[in-house]
Each structure stands twice: as C-alpha cells, then as structure tokens.
C-alpha cells in the first residue's frame, strides 16, 4: 500500500463503494453525556474481504466493541438528541449502512452480518429456549419455513456446534447450560441464516483455557464450512495469533497499527503493540523472566491527552522531540500493507525493538 493510499484510506469519505466485501470509512461514534462527549471510536478505518478475519484488539475501554455494534446498527437513538452521533462510512458487500435506513439494516441483522456477543447468559433471553430463540431468528428471515422445519434446522445447527444430544438441549433454557455450551448455543443463533459476515466479541472472555481453545477451533471451522469473513475482538493478542489474517490494534478510539497479523507479531511497530506482546504469556518457550505489562491506565475518552493519547504511558516519549505531546500521529505505512501511528522515526522504533523489545518476546 503507497502512502496516497494510506492517506485516502484514512481521511476520505467519498460515497463510492468499495470492492472489498467489508469496508469501514473514517467511522466515528461520540456519545454526548453531562461530563463531556465520549469519544468510543474517532476515525477508524479498514477494509475486511470476503472469507478472510479480521483481529480487533486493544484494552478494555479502546473502542472495540463499539466499532462492532456500529457495523450492526445496534446503537440506539442515533442522531437523536442525547444519542450517539455518528458519522464515516460502512459499506457491506457493496450497501452503506450509516446512511441506511434502521428497517433496512435490521432486515440485513441475522441474515447477512450476525455477532457473537461478549455474555452469553445476557445476551441470550431467561424466558425462553436456546431453541425458540434460534427458531425465532430463523423464520425472521425465512417465513415459508414452518415449525417444524425450523426446530429441525435449530437441532442440526446444536449438533453442528457440538453440543450433545441437541434434540433435547434444544428445550432447555440458557441458564441450563454451562458457560461454554452457552457460548456454543451463541454461535449457533449466529449462524441460524448463514451470515456472510461474523462477529465475535470476546467469545472467550471467562471461560477456561480448555473451551477457550475449543469455541476458537469451532469458529476457525466454520468459517472454513460456510466461508464467512470474521471479525474478533479481544484483548487478548494470543486469541487472534493463530485465527487472523489481519490485526487491528485500537487504543483511545483510534488505530494505531495494523496490518498483516505475521507482521504484527514479528514486526511490530508501535509502542503499545510492544506491550500488548510483552504482556502474553508464552508456552513455546521457557519463561525466562517476568511478564511486563504495559505500565498506567487506559485514557478517558472524554478528555483524552494531547497529541499522542499513548504518550502519558509510552517509555519512549521523550525520543520524540516534544512531538507526542503536542501533535496527534498520523496512520503511515511503514511496509506492505502495515501501518502504525507513531511519532517515533522509523528507523529508531527498528533499532528499540531489535535491541530492548525482540530479545524479551
């Protein structure tokens, strides 16, 4: 990608659709409140085709999950008064969604994009069966189907997801589950209509390493089987190491790298990704001292620091001439298809890592 690229990429909202299946525009999401306005997401931008996934990551607080309910128009009162003020672009497989209208996306929910969401035990109804709530998003989107067609396609997706004896966990209500299965039934009413795009949000967040390692193999296959594209959020650098093809890093509602998920882990160019990496835990190797995390707490969005909303916590903030505390750093590429906002020269983020970062990762 050449920096004219890079800079379209980034900065231009110009209406035209994109050839790639997903693609996010200068999106922002402000959330106006009596303290100030909560800047979640302030000008992402990537592009997802079809097939491949897609790793969002960053800490708690960066943006992330906000970025996925945008794509699925789940912010409610958009535009309204005290609502979310949106703006940008998504195009999905050649539709705008911002500038859609909330029936029209709502008949795309479930059919073509469908999210994994973080809780299941939440997200999921008390009252009702796993299997009347998949049913139910199914005949949305398939009113020829009668009942029993639809109770037989809830069982098979159980079984494909592999809880045992679907024909009767499929009576069975959410809290009957345990955590793991819970997030099974999840990925199942997810995948009810076939959706082209999937997106998971912490699909693995307090379950235990074991089912963990299973809930990533199952959305690994069956992506495979129906060809979808993925996004997955985390926090976590490890979940996405083996299942993305590209990595997104967000910090302060902003991206600050992201390109090739080899790249990334080889290569990376940011400070905070250095963190992020320093933080997780290996099991290919012997652990030769502690872990480093990365040192301070995440900003707040409503009054995020000046010039580089990282540099309060960055150890190298002071390499760069004043700059990350007066001037917010632009996306630029720094290889093929690799980009990364840093103030820091090229050349001395290449020298930090080879001498103080590689050796410890």
Wanted: charged share 25%; with cysteine.
């Amino acid at each position: 990608m050449t920096d004219s690229q890079t800079s379209t990429t980034e900065t231009t909202v110009g209406g035209t659709a994109p050839t790639s299946f997903l693609s996010v525009r200068d999106l922002r999401c402000h959330f106006p409140t009596d303290d100030g306005v909560v800047k979640s997401v302030d000008g992402i931008s990537f592009e997802l085709e079809r097939g491949k996934t897609l790793g969002i990551v960053g800490e708690s607080g960066s943006g992330k999950s906000v970025t996925s309910l945008s794509i699925m128009g789940l912010h409610r009162n958009v535009g309204k008064k005290n609502g979310p003020r949106m703006s940008g672009e998504i195009w999905l497989d050649g539709q705008e969604l911002i500038g859609a209208g909330r029936e029209e996306v709502r008949k795309l929910r479930g059919q073509k994009m469908a999210m994994i969401f973080q809780d299941p035990l939440t997200a999921m109804h008390p009252y009702y069966t796993v299997g009347q709530q998949i049913i139910e998003g199914y005949r949305q989107h398939n009113p020829q189907a009668n009942k029993k067609a639809a109770r037989d396609h809830a069982i098979q997706l159980l079984d494909r997801v592999g809880i045992p004896q679907p024909d009767k966990r499929v009576d069975q209500h959410p809290h009957e589950f345990s955590g793991g299965m819970r997030q099974r039934a999840m990925i199942a009413m997810a995948l009810a209509n076939n959706p082209s795009l999937l997106i998971a949000d912490e699909p693995t967040t307090a379950l235990d390493v074991t089912v963990q390692a299973q809930i990533l193999d199952l959305i690994r296959d069956l992506q495979q089987e129906f060809g979808s594209s993925v996004i997955i959020i985390t926090h976590d650098l490890g979940v996405v190491a083996e299942l993305a093809d590209d990595i997104l890093v967000m910090y302060g509602g902003k991206c600050v790298e992201k390109g090739p998920a080899d790249k990334i882990f080889s290569e990376p160019e940011h400070p905070y990704t250095w963190g992020l990496l320093g933080s997780m835990p290996r099991i290919d190797r012997e652990l030769q001292e502690r872990l480093v995390p990365v040192q301070g707490n995440p900003p707040s969005l409503i009054n995020l620091p000046n010039g580089c909303a990282f540099h309060p916590r960055c150890p190298y903030a002071d390499r760069t001439e004043g700059l990350s505390k007066t001037e917010v750093p632009r996306l630029t590429s720094v290889g093929q298809d690799h980009l990364a906002a840093c103030h820091l020269p090229l050349e001395v983020r290449q020298q930090i890592f080879t001498e103080e970062i590689a050796p410890r990762l």
